[in-house]
């Protein structure tokens, strides 16, 4: 989405640093995303409509929109068996879609508190976007991730009943476009990803596999096989002189956003205050 | 059991566990640098082949039809800072006409 976690340091020393202080609690969890909304409605709409229209049916679309809760991974499901995929290809797809959280969960783990039982709960409230507003320089808001990530499941949930019921009555979603909305989305979703050399990389590398096997594998293959792009994370000179082994490192953990406030040459967002 | 189902269980049961993992086993230990810079590549690896297969793939073909056209002017939208919604919406509403008049 549109809000690139370049959370601005509090200023200490300025006016008013209480103005400037990200702000904190469930209600300001469901307030950041109030804005969302209205996509996440469509969007859970339209994966419900989709979802109907690729033959998976009401419950199974249902269940999968309370349980997956991922826009990209249900999408692709969709996608993968509306053109006639196999069940293991849309889940390998859908699977590796969201391999993501992992170190998303990872990287937020002490947001989550109480029991085994209770955190798998939480955790589930992780999504992008929650992940994202929650974000505060590193670390995590655990009551701007569960607010906005509780109001984020109910209206994705809403949307797909919406889109399970109105699917029926609506024609082809092609002739809505709505096929069209699903690159311009990941589009979207991509655009804030792309803020070092190494993921724009991945991503073009990712799109140049999976056009390059479109005409010769089954549905679903060109987009696993684009998962291999993520490897250029590794393709990075490992001999440097020792002299230039501290600044390449520093230079690397660019990549990972958590790291860039240890240096004042790659924290840009905070030079004004540093 | 339809695929659908097989792959609406599957897909449920791995989603709630990739997300649990970390914060149920690892606690407050943090990502070695290496695994965390390949991982978080996936997800504009996978996006960009998303974005790729979704607006150009067709069956087993690639093919310049509407998406196309809707993606080109969703660029436009996500370049100028477009909101998501207008994002898409654009994109959807450039495929719709484009269908619309032909």
């Known amino acids: 989405m549109r809000f690139v976690p370049e959370s601005k340091p509090i200023p200490s020393d300025t006016r008013k640093p209480e103005r400037r202080e990200p702000a904190t609690g469930y209600r300001a969890g469901v307030r950041a995303v109030l804005p969302l909304v209205p996509a996440v409605l469509a969007f859970g709409a339209s994966f419900g409509v989709l979802a109907q229209a690729a033959g998976m049916g009401a ?216 | 059991m339809s695929a659908a189902w097989i792959a609406v269980l599957v897909v449920g049961a791995a989603t709630i566990a990739i997300k649990a993992a970390g914060p149920v086993l690892a606690g407050e230990r943090e990502l070695p640098v290496g695994a965390s810079r390949v991982l978080g590549l996936l997800a504009p690896a996978l996006l960009a082949a998303l974005v790729a297969t979704q607006a150009f793939a067709s069956e087993e073909s690639l093919v310049l039809d509407e998406r196309g056209a809707g993606l080109a002017v969703a660029a436009v939208a996500v370049l100028m800072r477009a909101p998501l919604l207008v994002v898409v919406v654009v994109a959807a509403a450039t495929a719709a006409g484009l269908r619309a008049l032909t």
């Open chain 1, 59 to 274: 419950a199974a679309s249902l269940a999968m929109s309370a349980t997956t809760f991922a826009g990209s991974a249900q999408f692709a499901v969709v996608s993968v068996l509306g053109a006639g995929g196999t069940a293991a290809a849309a889940i390998v797809a859908a699977v590796l879609l969201n391999a993501r959280y992992g170190p998303m969960a990872l990287a937020a783990a002490d947001v989550f508190r109480g029991g085994p039982l209770r955190r798998v709960l939480e955790a589930q409230l992780l999504v992008d976007e929650s992940w994202a507003l929650s974000n505060r320089d590193g670390r995590f808001d655990r009551q701007v991730m569960l607010g906005a990530g509780a109001l984020l499941y109910v209206g994705w949930n809403a949307g797909t009943a919406i889109g399970v019921l109105a699917g029926d009555s609506l024609a082809d979603p092609a002739t809505l476009g709505l096929d069209a909305a699903f690159p311009a989305l990941f589009l979207a979703l991509l655009a804030p990803l792309l803020g070092t050399r190494t993921a724009v990389a991945a991503a073009l590398l990712g799109a140049g596999i999976a056009l390059a096997l479109t005409p010769v594998t089954p549905a679903g293959v060109p987009v696993i096989a684009a998962t291999a792009a993520c490897l250029v994370g590794l393709a990075r000179p490992r001999t440097l002189p020792a002299a230039a082994r501290a600044g390449a490192a520093d230079g690397r953990a660019g990549d990972d956003r958590r790291r860039t406030s240890a240096r004042p040459r790659d924290a840009r967002p905070g030079e004004a205050s540093s």
